[in-house]
């Protein structure tokens, strides 16, 4: 997918600001930044890879310790975690109740997944700029895509870097 910027009037602002709670379509707040998580643990991390095809040999020797904070937090300062409230992003491998990694100091470019706020009200969707084009696109064809024109505000608030699906 070609790699756009936002005209400079259109540029996407990161907001610095935290509510306490915050609701939209398909975003359940609050934001609990990276300070408010207990302390970091180290995991075992196995050395050997868990086939997904055929079976093969048990490798049951411990390589290291991960601690997920570290492997999937690659700004801390701008990094915060939401849960997912919807299904519009499904096609993406995002699911109702997913928690979503957000860096806000991650560049929002064309095709990323953004959390985004359209007019004052939260949403999770992809970005997808194409010539003076900007589209907010749903992942699931019971949504209607939202293009952002003149008059509208849009601020991105963050870049989904991961997300954690529970089943």
Not at 11 to 29: G, M
Not at 36 to 55: E, R
Not at 65 to 84: C, E, G, K, M, S
Not at 159 to 165: D, E, N, Q, S
């Amino acid at each position: 997918m070609k790699s756009a910027s936002l005209p400079l009037r259109q540029q996407p602002s990161v907001t610095q600001h935290h509510s306490e709670w915050l609701s939209s379509d398909n975003l359940q707040l609050p934001i609990l930044e990276l300070s408010q998580l207990p302390m970091l643990v180290d995991l075992p991390l196995f050395g050997s890879k868990i086939p997904a095809g055929f079976p093969s040999p048990a490798d049951d020797h411990l390589e290291a310790t991960i601690d997920l904070n570290r492997q999937y937090v690659r700004h801390p300062a701008a990094t915060f975690f939401v849960r997912v409230q919807g299904h519009s992003m499904i096609g993406a491998g995002i699911h109702n109740g997913d928690m979503l990694v957000v860096d806000r100091s991650l560049d929002a470019q064309s095709g990323a997944i953004v959390i985004a706020v359209v007019n004052g009200e939260l949403t999770l969707k992809r970005l997808i700029m194409t010539g003076d084009e900007v589209w907010l696109m749903p992942e699931n064809t019971e949504f209607q895509p939202l293009q952002i024109t003149d008059g509208m505000e849009l601020q991105v608030w963050g870049v989904v870097a991961h997300v954690i699906h529970s089943f």
